[in-house]
């Protein structure tokens, strides 16, 4: 069974920064692609990055330039940075295998103060 473990969110003020980490249980983590999700209040779930078995990254449009996905395949974990962030940047993130590959976890908030 898949685990996801989300960490790092926080509150944040405008043009800050943040580190969110994804534990990842359950698959063989090396060999999958892999993405962050979030969700806006009264808005659908949305693809914010992904990240290949081999670390090719892809980015949404709003988030190119200021996000950075990683991931270390010893820790089972991925990670992303994200900088100058914005008050649109508010929501629950999640991750998950891109394509999604289990159900979801309990996401970690990110809150930006304009």
């Known amino acids: 069974q898949v685990q996801l473990v989300e960490s790092g969110g926080g509150l944040v003020q405008a043009g800050g920064s943040l580190r969110l980490s994804c534990a990842v249980s359950g698959i063989v983590f090396r060999i999958n692609s892999m993405g962050w999700y979030r969700q806006a209040p009264g808005k659908q779930r949305e693809l914010v990055a992904t990240?290949?078995?081999?670390?090719?990254?892809n980015y949404a449009d709003s988030v190119k330039g200021r996000f950075t996905i990683s991931r270390d395949n010893a820790k089972n974990t991925m990670y992303l940075q994200m900088n100058n962030l914005k008050f649109e940047d508010t929501a629950v993130y999640y991750c998950?295998?891109?394509?999604?590959?289990?159900?979801w976890g309990q996401g970690t908030q990110v809150t930006v103060s304009s």
């Open positions: 990240i290949t078995s081999g670390g090719g990254t």
């Open positions: 998950n295998g891109y394509p999604r590959t289990g159900s």
